[in-house]
């Protein structure tokens, strides 16, 4: 079974400076998905920014962006100029290619992150 | 509707009662999906369901949780004789294929007394 795994509990930034969320994961898989998502306090679930595993590109979304380091199992996400908004309960997330398994989600315990004005 | 709606939006209950949660996904999404969320925790996999297929219900904690989904839309989550270990957000989201991005509602913030 996969598992991911975010060490930070919680992440302080000032307001328009950057910060950096760690996240490992656990497979024996080649092929896979992985995702952040934001939760702020209205509690929805929030799509980020997703990766392929097969692409040795890391995404990018605005002023988002990961780390992808395959070989590590590693998959960080920064935030460049963070604003007051990025406040909120970050997640890193792991899905399989396997089809049936469909949409299911792995996720790690979450990061907290407060941005300073 | 314009996005996943999911009632209520918190409920509480005492300890052995029977509750039901209530999932309206987007409008022709196929894929719907069952979360937990214990408090100060991330997303548990709870049930999946596909079009027309079995349900996956691998993630199901006991026999005491079961859910269904009427006409390939609205899904209802029952949990049977609460127990406090119960108390969590349950979310709901939903997505147009396996691959597709999920859309989640707001959550069902449960608690048992």
């Known amino acids: 079974a996969q598992t991911v795994t975010q060490s930070q509990p919680e992440m302080s930034v000032q307001e328009a400076e950057t910060v950096t969320l760690s996240c490992t994961y656990d497979?024996?898989?080649?092929?896979?998905?992985l995702f952040w998502y934001k939760q702020p306090p209205s509690r929805q679930m929030i799509l980020v920014i997703r990766q392929e595993a097969y692409k040795q590109q890391n995404a990018t979304e605005n002023r988002f962006s990961v780390n992808f380091q395959k070989a590590a199992k590693s998959f960080s996400l920064k935030i460049s100029d963070s604003q007051l908004g990025d406040a909120a309960m970050y997640f890193c997330a792991y899905r399989t290619e396997i089809k049936a398994a469909g949409n299911k989600l792995t996720f790690g315990g979450g990061t907290r992150v407060l941005v300073k004005p | 509707g314009a996005g996943v709606s999911q009632s209520p939006s918190n409920k509480v209950t005492e300890k052995g009662k029977d509750v039901e949660l209530r999932c309206d996904p987007i409008s022709g999404h196929t894929a719907l999906y069952w979360y937990r969320q214990s408090l100060g925790q991330g997303l548990e996999f709870l049930i999946y369901?596909?079009?027309?297929?079995?349900?996956?219900k691998s993630g199901l904690p006991s026999d005491r949780f079961s859910a269904e989904r009427t006409g390939g839309s609205v899904s209802t989550l029952t949990i049977q004789r609460t127990q406090q270990e119960d108390s969590a957000v349950y979310l709901c989201a939903s997505s147009s294929s396996h691959a597709s991005p999920l859309h989640f509602g707001n959550g069902t913030r449960l608690t048992v007394t």
């Open positions: 369901f596909q079009g027309n297929s079995a349900p996956d």
């Open positions: 497979t024996s898989e080649s092929d896979y998905y």
